[in-house]
């Protein structure tokens, strides 16, 4: 069973900053950022390629940077100029890559297989 862990999360003020990391248990796992807040749908916030091509959330382009650390089985999300719609739980997910080892640039939720619990993000104006 992959185990994914997020940490990071908090509470900040408009416009503040917050680091997330996830760390799964498997290597060569292509990894993604979601986020959901109470009664809405999981959204995806940041997908990133075996290339380190990048893909956002349109609202959140700009603010939010998606990386990866291989050697460490580990995804990060740097969140800057935050806002208060920015609220909410934020997931990692894990996906197999394709045969060939790639990881193509998604952000769709249904085809992650691995999640996280999430953790926390409050942004209060």
């Known amino acids: 069973q992959v185990q994914v862990v997020e940490s990071g999360g908090g509470s900040v003020q408009t416009a503040g900053s917050l680091r997330l990391s996830c760390k799964v248990s498997?290597?060569?796992?292509?990894l993604g950022w979601f986020r959901q807040t109470p009664g809405g749908e999981r959204e995806g916030v940041a997908g990133?390629?075996?290339?380190?091509?990048?893909l956002y959330l349109e609202s959140v382009e700009g603010r939010f940077t998606i990386t990866t650390d291989n050697a460490k089985n580990s995804a990060y999300l740097q969140m800057d100029d935050l806002k208060p719609e920015d609220t909410a739980r934020y997931y990692c997910a894990a996906r197999e890559p394709l045969s060939s080892g790639w990881c193509y640039l998604t952000k769709l939720a249904h085809e992650y297989d691995y999640w996280g619990q999430g953790t926390q993000v409050t942004v209060s104006s």
């Open positions: 990133i390629d075996s290339e380190g091509n990048t």
């Open positions: 498997k290597s060569g796992l292509c």
